[in-house]
């Protein structure tokens, strides 16, 4: 299927004469504007083509719910804009995750780790919008209290895990699909719980938006497995953060490379 065949599938999906549909045929983005809103979203269909190959009509229908659920949370901005500071939730992205909106605007972030940074996002139901400088005008308040609103939101939040066991080393699994998966690693309270279940050490990893993975490491054998799993997660996630894990100890997160060459040294002082 070619760019301009997809383009003229969601057409008839979505009707034509709701947007303001723009190609661009050397890097195969849509842009698209909606006319009612005045606001629009870009779609780079190389990526929905790679799935079509796999996935067939799903691809499509997940492109089109996608597109549908991104206008339907800028036209309740339009209409209700910020009504409540519980809809408001810190979301966690990669270290260069784009620092401005499409429109120019900074995103409201704090400081997290080397690898990741925390954003904050309004939630409208079914999708979220980061929220910038322009947006949080409206709040009438200031930045540091819808902070720590949205931190205390994201305590709320269920974190109900699954296990798994891979070579005598134990694996926890959050995967709640609410879009603030990942978030569960700003929840002091819920790692603080889970240190005292793990026997080994304790690794936290937050591959993609839509999953957090804690590991009770108990064995060198853990530490590859665990490799090979955040890769993965990170490879196939919509929203990708980071490959990289992290060793929660005393309340602190570090990198995981950190830990290995504290044990080389260990290691090298007793010789």
Do not use: C
Request: net charge negative; no cysteine.
């Amino acid at each position: 299927m070619s760019a301009q065949e997809l383009v003229n599938i969601l057409k008839e999906r979505l009707g034509e004469a709701h947007f303001e549909w723009k190609l661009d045929s050397k890097t195969n983005k849509l842009r698209l504007e909606h006319l009612e809103i005045g606001k629009g979203m870009d779609l780079f269909l190389g990526d929905v083509l790679t799935k079509y190959d796999t996935r067939k009509e799903k691809a499509i229908d997940e492109v089109v719910y996608t597109i549908e659920q991104t206008f339907a949370a800028m036209k309740k901005e339009k209409e209700t804009g910020f009504q409540e500071l519980t809809n408001i939730y810190p979301v966690i992205r990669s270290g260069s995750f784009s620092k401005k909106s499409k429109e120019g605007h900074a995103f409201i972030t704090s400081e997290h780790t080397a690898e990741t940074r925390i954003y904050y996002a309004l939630d409208l139901g079914n999708t979220y919008r980061l929220i910038d400088e322009e947006m949080v005008r409206k709040l009438q308040l200031s930045v540091e209290q819808m902070k720590e609103s949205a931190r205390f939101q994201v305590r709320k939040l269920p974190t109900n895990v699954k296990k798994d066991e891979v070579a005598g080393n134990v694996f926890y699994f959050l995967n709640e699909n609410d879009g603030y998966d990942a978030s569960r690693i700003l929840n002091d309270a819920f790692l603080t719980e889970m240190r005292g279940k793990i026997e080994g050490d304790m690794t936290v990893s937050v591959p993609h938006q839509d999953v957090l993975i804690i590991g009770d490491i108990r064995n060198n054998t853990g530490y590859d497995v665990l490799a090979q799993m955040t890769m993965h997660f990170f490879t196939v996630g919509a929203v990708p953060i980071t490959s990289l894990s992290f060793v929660y100890e005393e309340g602190r997160l570090e990198p995981i490379f950190i830990l290995a060459k504290n044990r080389v040294k260990k290691e090298q002082e007793k010789q």
